[in-house]
């Protein structure tokens, strides 16, 4: 059982660059970010193993949007440069057993997600 917790979501202009955290307790956990638009279905950001060694990024993300961990402080980051404003959406990060995947409905465990809007 985990329970992850998101912080950092906020206001940024576009071209910004804003840096999520989730932290999550717990070892042997995959983690992914996803993002979710009211009336929208959820979508994958990024999502990065246990180890580290492996990512996913949507194509739309790569690029511009980075996810990495330290097991250590029980954190994942997501950091976000050259903001857009279709980037504004809630975001969540998740956990799952040690391999990372894009699929939200693999993972097991959900934060409440942290709000994010992109000005213009």
């Known amino acids: 059982q985990v329970q992850p917790v998101e912080s950092g979501g906020g206001l940024v202009q576009a071209g910004g660059s804003l840096r999520l955290s989730c932290a999550a307790s717990?070892?042997?956990?995959?983690m992914g970010w996803f993002r979710q638009a009211p009336g929208k279905a959820r979508e994958v950001v990024a999502a990065?193993?246990?180890?580290?060694?492996?990512?996913y990024y949507a194509d739309s993300m790569k690029g511009r949007f980075t996810i990495s961990r330290d097991n250590a402080k029980n954190t994942v980051y997501l950091q976000m440069n050259s903001r857009k404003p279709e980037d504004t959406d809630v975001y969540s990060c998740?956990?799952?057993?040690?391999?990372?995947?894009?699929?939200?409905?693999?993972?097991?465990?959900w934060g409440q997600g942290t709000p994010v809007t992109v000005s213009s």
């Open positions: 717990g070892r042997n956990y995959a």
């Open positions: 998740a956990a799952r057993r040690i391999i990372a995947s894009t699929k939200s409905h693999e993972y097991d465990y």
């Open positions: 990065i193993s246990w180890g580290g060694g492996t990512t």
